[in-house]
């Protein structure tokens, strides 16, 4: 029986990965951490990280902090 | 109704970030004319007014950096450059000025210009000459990111043009919520919560039902629970694993790494694709939200407007009723049940083309699971459905290609 064509895919460099790529880089990113500082203004106090949002001026640190509030968000009520 | 919308039982739509259509696959016109991409005599103007011509030297990473501007103003230069501005024919040609307008480096703008040549994207390129590319498939909005994957969500924006937060207004609801209270299931797969959804507010705060992550959507391919429409996000951003690993950026948003994306779009492909009853019953639309300010040669054209105005302070002062479409972007419909290398014609073929966008996925779910529905937008009433693309005919396993990483 024929097989179907198999395609090659490239992995990307190592170098690639950019976690300290400044967050002004990327509007894209910065408007998600916008967006759920927002939304955690809007969370009872038990709910809100607390984090000094001054403080993400890089790609991994809004990472971080939408992981936050994404875990934050599908918890159950009552679990903060 | 063909054999092949028959056998539909799922459709999957990951949509990417930032690309244009000639960015990605206007490379595909040397081999195959019916695709309306690059003669490679494509130019624009520079600051120095000297002719920029389009170059197929375009790199993974670190190249657009900075971010080309692509809010509504921006836009507006790069589409109309030269002219009166809308509601004029756009020119196209103003992608090099308004890239140079961020960091006044003329020969750093060139680069606005760059494509991809043949062979650099196996995997988008592969799926573009096996299933069907669209040729006329465009932003809703010339405008950025949220504002314009509202569109794929809801059928409108709500009248936003930025990447601003909105919220949904009455008597609207997202394609997720029409598909759960019509008995159907829907899903959104974000990457991980570290990349999150660019939804936020609507999605996110008030529906967590509909969530799953990406590594659910390739258990549920592998399991055969897919729900009947999913929607996929790529990964957002460079950051750690739960395991301490590396996970790069997949969404191929400049500056992020372009290959990652292709790993990830293969990855959405071979999930579907290695489950032979999830194969023959799938429809997987890979797209992206807006063209992220890199130069496109089609114009874009008029739409149905949504009765929206967007606000003045979005667009620079320019008047925007949500009446004409945004930059084309790559999209491609890959199911077996689709002949190989269809070209779906665009706005260069003035009989049969039809110029779809973001509005055409809720248009399409809705048209195809739940039939009758009349609480949308008139945008997305007029928008154009795809899956008449589907056929009679199912091609052998030995004709679709399937993706090995390296």
């Not at chain 1, 607390?50 to 902090?65: R, V």
């Not at chain 2, 790069?78 to 103003?94: C, D, E």
């Amino acid at each position: 029986m024929a097989q179907p064509p198999v395609i090659r895919v490239p992995r990307p460099a190592r170098s690639s990965y950019q976690p300290h790529r400044p967050l002004s880089k990327n509007t894209l990113l910065q408007n998600q951490v916008k967006h759920f500082r927002e939304l955690e203004r809007r969370l009872p106090p038990g709910h809100q990280t607390g984090l000094d949002f001054d403080s993400i001026t890089t790609e991994g640190q809004a990472a971080e902090y939408i992981r936050r509030m994404t875990t934050r968000l599908h918890q159950p009520p009552g679990k903060a | 109704m063909s054999a092949g919308l028959d056998a539909l039982k799922h459709v999957v739509v990951l949509m990417m970030e930032n690309r244009s259509f000639d960015h990605m696959l206007g490379v595909l016109h040397a081999e195959d004319p019916r695709i309306n991409g690059l003669t490679g005599n494509e130019s624009n103007p520079d600051t120095t007014n000297e002719p920029v011509q389009v170059q197929p030297t375009a790199a993974f990473q670190g190249e657009l950096d900075p971010d080309p501007d692509h809010h509504f103003p921006a836009v507006n230069k790069q589409l109309f450059f030269g002219t009166p501005g809308p509601p004029g024919v756009p020119s196209m040609q103003g992608f090099v000025q308004s890239y140079a307008d961020q960091e006044h480096n003329v020969a750093h703008s060139h680069k606005i210009m760059y494509y991809f040549a043949a062979g650099k994207l196996p995997v988008l390129h592969a799926l573009a000459r096996n299933y069907a590319v669209f040729n006329g498939w465009f932003a809703s909005i010339p405008g950025p990111t949220v504002c314009n994957r509202a569109f794929a969500h809801y059928g409108t924006s709500f009248g936003q043009a930025s990447l601003n937060i909105f919220y949904v207004l009455e008597p609207y609801k997202s394609i997720y919520e029409r598909m759960l209270a019509a008995g159907h299931t829907a899903k959104l797969y974000y990457f991980d919560p570290a990349s999150s959804t660019q939804e936020v507010v609507n999605l996110l705060k008030n529906q967590p039902q509909i969530f799953a992550t990406y590594p659910q959507f390739l258990e549920d391919c592998k399991s055969g629970n897919l729900p009947d429409y999913s929607f996929v996000e790529p990964n957002y951003s460079d950051h750690p694993g739960d395991d301490g690993g590396e996970l790069l950026a997949s969404d191929q948003h400049p500056d992020h790494d372009v290959q990652a994306g292709e790993v990830f779009i293969a990855s959405i492909y071979n999930a579907i694709r290695q489950n032979p009853d999830l194969w023959k019953s799938t429809a997987l639309l890979v797209t992206y939200d807006e063209h992220g300010g890199i130069y496109d040669h089609v114009p874009p054209p008029a739409c149905t407007p949504d009765g929206f105005h967007a606000p003045l302070t979005d667009t620079g002062g320019i008047p925007f009723a949500f009446d004409r479409l945004g930059v084309r972007v790559p999209s491609i419909l890959i199911s077996p049940w689709i002949a190989k290398a269809t070209v779906v014609p665009g706005p260069e073929d003035p009989v049969n083309g039809r110029a779809f966008e973001h509005a055409s996925i809720p248009a399409t779910i809705t048209q195809h699971f739940i039939g009758a529905y009349d609480q949308r937008t008139v945008r997305e009433k007029a928008a154009p459905t795809f899956l008449d693309l589907l056929t009679d005919t199912m091609r052998p396993e030995e004709d679709c290609p399937s993706f090995d990483f390296d």
